[in-house]
């Protein structure tokens, strides 16, 4: 249990720092300003627009979404 906590504690410290850089530099943290998220897929194409922004890549708009995101699940 202890090994755990310990990812677990790390993983968040690292998500924090990343998110703490992105927001200094003004980028959105998913994908890391470029408005645009790779991945691979035999049903997609290889190129999407990151929707954690809405393809602005901006982190004021990553922010908006979080928070309506948030605020979605209270309900």
């Given at each position: 249990?202890?090994?755990?906590?310990?990812?677990?504690?790390?993983?968040?410290a690292?998500?924090?720092?990343?998110?703490?850089?992105?927001?200094?530099?003004?980028?959105?943290?998913?994908?890391?300003?470029?408005?645009?998220?790779?991945?691979?897929?035999?049903?997609?194409?290889?190129?999407?627009?990151?929707?954690?922004?809405?393809?602005?890549?901006?982190?004021?708009?990553?922010?908006?979404?979080?928070?309506?995101?948030?605020?979605?699940?209270?309900?």
């Amino acid at each position: 249990m202890k090994l755990f906590t310990f990812l677990s504690d790390w993983f968040h410290a690292q998500h924090a720092k990343h998110v703490n850089k992105m927001k200094a530099e003004g980028k959105c943290p998913a994908c890391r300003g470029t408005a645009h998220i790779s991945f691979i897929s035999p049903f997609e194409g290889h190129s999407v627009v990151c929707p954690s922004c809405n393809g602005s890549g901006l982190y004021s708009d990553w922010e908006e979404i979080q928070e309506a995101v948030k605020k979605e699940d209270r309900m």
